[in-house]
């Protein structure tokens, strides 16, 4: 056998990353519904991100500015020419409470994303990989947190943590950590203990592969598919949740910053008396990004669950093929 | 590392691989199986090392499972396996994987073997990296040149390619590569060709013939086609709901084939032939429930040279009941069902079963019928396991032979597992015989 | 065949629309399938034997244009409306597929699969005619009445095969494609599959449109048969005939290529089927013929008719007015790369 002269050489990494990039073709390819969901709801959610970025620079004030050159502003005023939104009972502008809490709806979700992610899509690996009493003991423990009414759950671990380490981003984060680790669990599981019937993974472990390295190589990169449609729905939710905890009074703190659900409580008295503007706007800022995240997660899951995924359709002109050369 | 021993390269002896099977949902809460597949049942052979020993038989049969077994993919329930002198069947799966540089298998679906988030170059060289070979200079410089061995020719264009972009014989010739890359001593081929077309399948066995020659391979071939198993294989072995019915060399079987199964293998294997006809004489019915096998001699019920001692039971009676009523017209199948009452009952694996009558009619009746049933046609096999029938009030006892259970014996070159063989039981079943006609029971 | 064909394919084509361009799956496609016959339809994976069988009956996804006739009786399938269609398919054209699960409603008896095809199609018989066709029909595949009542799950893969030809064929179709029927079965029920389906003619007076890629089941269980390739028929005629002196070449390649018993030195056929979307011109086989002249490469073949009936897609067989001066001479073919193989 000849060796070949020339081997051309490609980095390793690359191929790494050219096998992630070519999971994600599809949404190239989306069309129709899918497509329009895909685009309408990114650009609202980018959107959103761009506002909690730029906050600094758009807000007009920080998000207890109550005065501003010695003078206090006018409490509840309506929107005016000085205060787009209004303002609300403490005298802050309700516009900039609107732009400062989206970053801080965005941080905590990002944190609570992050950790759900890191704990749930390992356990539901190692769960789903190796089953036996390491699998049935994980399973009763993200069954029975998922069973538990979420807003409840979240609630109590924010009053518990709340003594130890008071109230802030973080805890709102853990609490939410918390209520979502059993939804990647359970998805990453299950399609782990169909993919590891697979033929291909009975290949590698006749190849003899360790676990560690089939669950890396051959397992990780055909589930992870599944976490980023799971994940836009997941931060959708983990909004409305935070925003419930704000309105409860179990958010963070009113000093650390400014948060939509803590803003709508304080507006449900403002209602009585018509004054409108202190509940709206935070009102449609959430159901605004939230519609964004949830179309944004929808037209992921259309385009790149393959159930799904419909075919590109196009259409065959027979006339043009009429008479063969 | 082989060397030159004088026994056999791979030696099992009295394998069972029993699989558990799971029962109703209480006794699954108490954590209790009801019953076990034997999906080998006491299996024993030789692999002689540089032979091709073939593993043939249908579904059910086992000879996947057997494959999976030597290879330590499935535990072993019972038995033992030798490789290379070495006892593998209780091994640690970290013991195992030293040895898979050893023992390797090709699987079936070559769309299904190849994990589609890796290229060619990292699936063929992933056996590399596991058992740490060489630098990576030296590992691209393999996987180049065995990808030139199985035909993926020239390996740069195969390297960075994706398995969706191959064809179905590409793929194939991928499987092999990464199992042939770390030089093997001992493959296990799956049905590999099964799922290729015709004018490809010749490829891969040529392909697989030559990488025998060129790497002094030993290949256990499992596959139901008789055709490539007779192409390709020096011995073979048949397989029947998890044992060996006959193994020979395999001239001698397809030359002079024993077992009556075997006989049915080789008649019903289409052959493009334009003076054949579709085979009219096949045994009836299909290969039965692992989980519940027949009496006796497993093929029994379907063999059209059955006689006394090969595993007669009640469930035997039902069968028979079936498929004459499936032949016939309503009107009488009706008048006849309404004899008797609930069949059920007889789907028990028992030599002794108890026949009653519908409510309204006599044990008379139900013997009457079974009489005529057997003057329709008294050839059928199933009547030579009957010993006695005995009418009562309201059921008839009906009694069958005592099973003999079936052994291996050797016939010439091959040793077959069939009673038509086996001297003491035509012997008994003659004796049985004289003693049923001299007592007819009414 | 002295009677009428029960269908008759008149220059079908059917084109799937791909974002890599048009697939041409079924080029021109003309068949006649005879009452009461066994025709089988063979080829290699990907050669359009699936599709043409779907195109008949109009099966086809939304993505395919479909052209050409399909007579059955004076009607023409492809102009005829999907509700008409539908009302056909069933009591007068039958499709069997490769995996039997695929029409048994794993949550309705056998008895109730039955009741339904035959009120859907036949409205106006007893229940006591329904019972009595449904066992009758079921018997001939030798399902005991004693299992009528029985869910799909309780019958093993041979035995649903058998429903699934019986629930087609209580209806008396006219005409029955099974597609791939018995691919996933075991050895020695294929072999009793295949002998009802090829007393179908005695027992119920239907024919047989029989898809396979296994060459042997068409020697075995048909009267004639029509071989593709890349969307194309290059041989059709009699079984025996073809079988015993194959006049396309690539018929004869592929039964040299064919295990048997007989067996003694492997053959294949150098390279892979070709490109659906950008077909080699000329004749299609043409890279891969061993036979393969000049004008193979240049022209289109004519199709044929042989004197024992057959119709041939090939050069060799002219006709020689139309191959200009030259084109006889044999072809010089690049070697096919190894990248090519399959």
Not at chain 1, 112 to 137: M, Q
Not at chain 3, 209 to 220: P, S, Y
Not at chain 3, 308 to 327: H, M, N, Q, S, T
Request: glycine letters at 8%.
């Amino acid at each position: 056998m000849a060796v070949p002269a020339q081997v051309e050489r490609v980095p390793a990494r690359g191929s790494r990353l050219v096998g992630v990039r070519r999971a994600f073709k599809p949404i190239g390819e989306a069309r129709g519904m899918a497509r329009a969901m895909l685009w309408v709801g990114a650009g609202i959610t980018l959107g959103f991100v761009l506002i909690a970025l730029l906050a600094p620079l758009i807000a007009p004030y920080d998000f207890d500015t109550f005065r501003a050159d010695g003078e206090r502003f006018p409490q509840l005023e309506a929107p005016s020419r000085d205060h787009l939104m209004g303002t609300n009972v403490q005298s802050t502008d309700v516009l900039s409470r609107i732009i400062w809490g989206t970053q801080t709806e965005l941080k905590v979700v990002l944190i609570s994303l992050f950790f759900s992610i890191a704990i749930g899509v390992p356990l539901g690996l190692l769960a789903g990989y190796f089953g036996g009493k390491l699998d049935r003991v994980l399973v009763l423990i993200m069954d029975a947190l998922f069973v538990f009414p979420f807003l409840l759950l979240a609630i109590v671990i924010a009053f518990l943590l709340s003594d130890r380490v008071g109230r802030g981003v973080f805890t709102a984060a853990i609490a939410i950590t918390v209520v979502y680790v059993p939804l990647y669990f359970r998805v990453v599981r299950n399609h782990t203990i169909s993919i590891r019937e697979e033929p291909f993974v009975e290949a590698a472990r006749a190849l003899g592969a360790k676990p560690f390295t089939i669950i890396r190589k051959y397992v990780f990169f055909n589930v992870v598919q599944n976490v980023p449609p799971l994940a836009t729905l997941n931060a959708a939710d983990a909004i409305l949740t935070l925003a419930a905890l704000g309105f409860l009074g179990y958010g963070i703190q009113p000093t650390e910053g400014a948060e939509w659900g803590y803003d709508i409580q304080r507006a449900v008295s403002d209602a009585a008396s018509g004054i409108w503007w202190t509940g709206l706007f935070p009102g449609l800022a959430i159901v605004l990004l939230v519609t964004g995240l949830t179309l944004l997660g929808e037209g992921l899951n259309e385009t790149i669950n393959p159930v799904l995924r419909k075919r590109p359709h196009v259409k065959v002109d027979l006339g043009t093929h009429g008479e063969l050369s | 590392m082989h060397d030159a021993v004088n026994g056999p390269l791979v030696a099992i002896r009295g394998l069972k691989t029993y699989y558990p099977i799971r029962g109703s949902f209480l006794q699954r809460l108490v954590g209790r199986e009801a019953g076990y597949v034997k999906a080998v049942d006491d299996v024993s052979l030789e692999l002689r090392k540089g032979e091709v020993l073939g593993l043939v038989g249908e579904s059910g049969s086992g000879k996947t499972t057997l494959g999976r077994t030597l290879l330590g993919l499935v535990p072993a329930t019972e038995g033992s396996i030798e490789f290379d002198g070495r006892e593998i069947t209780h091994m640690s799966e970290r013991e195992l994987r030293v040895l898979r540089r050893e023992m390797q298998i090709v699987f079936q679906d070559p769309h299904a073997s190849l994990n589609p988030a890796m290229t060619i170059e990292q699936s063929v060289g992933h056996p590399l990296q596991i058992h740490g070979v060489g630098s990576a200079a030296e590992r691209r410089r393999r996987i180049a040149e065995t990808l030139e061995t199985v035909g993926l020719a020239p390996p740069e264009q195969f390297m960075e390619k994706y398995p969706s972009d191959l064809s179905g014989g590409q793929k194939q010739r991928a499987v092999i590569a990464r199992a042939i890359i770390l030089n093997p001593v001992l493959l296990v081929a799956d049905e590999p060709v099964s799922m290729l077309d015709m004018s490809v399948r010749a490829k891969i066995l040529q392909l697989m013939l030559d990488l025998k020659r060129e790497l002094d391979l030993t290949y256990l071939y499992i596959t139901h086609d008789l055709a490539t198993a007779k192409f390709f294989c020096d011995r073979i072995a048949i397989l029947y709901l998890g044992r060996i019915v006959e193994i020979g060399p395999a001239e001698a079987i397809y030359e002079s084939p024993r077992h009556p199964y075997t006989k049915a293998l080789l008649r019903a294997i289409p052959e493009p032939d334009p003076l054949r006809t579709v085979p009219r004489d096949l045994p009836r019915g299909e290969v039965p429930d692992a989980a519940r096998p027949p009496l006796g001699c497993t093929f029994h019920p379907r063999c059209p040279q059955a006689f006394e001692v090969c595993g007669w039971e009640s469930r035997d009676l039902r069968d028979l009941l079936e498929t004459r009523w499936a032949h016939q017209e309503e009107e009488r199948y009706v008048a006849e069902r309404a004899l008797l009452d609930d069949l059920d009952p007889l789907d028990a694996a028992a030599t002794r079963a108890s026949v009653r009558a519908a409510g309204g009619h006599s044990g008379a009746e139900v013997l009457e019928l079974l009489e005529t049933i057997r003057h329709e046609d008294p050839d059928e096999p199933f009547w030579r396991g009957v010993g006695r029938m005995t009418a009562a009030d309201r059921h008839v006892d009906v009694e069958w032979e005592e099973p003999l259970a079936p052994r291996p014996l050797v016939d010439g070159e091959v040793t077959v597992e069939c009673h038509l063989y086996d001297e003491d039981a035509l012997a008994e079943a003659s004796r049985r015989r004289a003693a049923t006609n001299g007592t007819t029971d009414r | 065949m002295s009677s009428e064909p029960v269908v008759s394919v008149r220059d079908l084509r059917v084109y799937y629309g791909t974002p890599r361009g048009t697939v041409r799956a079924v080029d021109r496609v003309s068949l006649d399938i005879g009452e009461s016959e066994v025709l089988g339809l063979v080829g290699e994976s990907g050669c359009g034997k699936s599709t043409l069988g779907r195109g008949i009956l109009g099966l086809l996804p939304e993505s395919a244009a479909l052209d050409g006739q399909v007579l059955y009786g004076e009607r023409d399938l492809v102009a005829m409306s999907p509700r008409d269609l539908r009302r056909l398919r069933g009591p007068d054209l039958g499709l069997i597929f490769q995996e039997p699960m695929t029409r048994l409603n794993p949550l309705m008896r056998i008895e109730d699969h039955f009741r339904e095809t035959l009120e859907q199609h036949e409205s106006g018989l007893t229940d006591h005619e329904i019972r009595k066709r449904s066992l009758e029909t079921l018997g001939r595949m030798g399902i005991p009445p004693t299992r009528f009542r029985q869910y799909p799950h309780e019958f093993s893969g041979g035995m649903r095969q058998r429903i699934m030809i019986a629930l087609a064929l209580v209806l008396r179709p006219k005409l029955l494609i099974a597609d791939e029927p018995t691919t996933s079965l075991d050895v020695i029920v294929e072999a009793q599959i295949l002998r009802i389906l090829a007393d179908l003619r005695e027992n119920f007076g239907t024919a047989l449109l029989l898809i396979t890629h296994n060459l042997g089941i068409v020697a075995e269980a048909c009267d004639r048969v029509a071989v593709m390739y890349a969307g194309q028929i290059a041989e059709e005629g009699d079984a025996r005939a073809v079988f015993s002196a194959p006049a396309h070449p690539y018929t004869r390649e592929l039964l040299r290529s064919t295990i048997s018993l007989d067996t003694t030195e492997l053959h294949s056929i150098p390279g892979a089927p070709p490109d659906l979307v950008e077909p080699p011109r000329g004749c299609r086989f043409h890279p891969r013929c061993p036979n393969a002249m000049a004008v193979c490469a240049s022209q289109d073949p004519i199709e044929q008719p042989l004197e024992d009936g057959r119709r041939v897609l090939c050069w060799l067989y002219g006709p020689a007015e139309v191959i200009p001066a030259g084109g006889e001479s044999p072809l010089e073919r690049e070697a096919i790369a190894v990248a090519d193989e399959a």
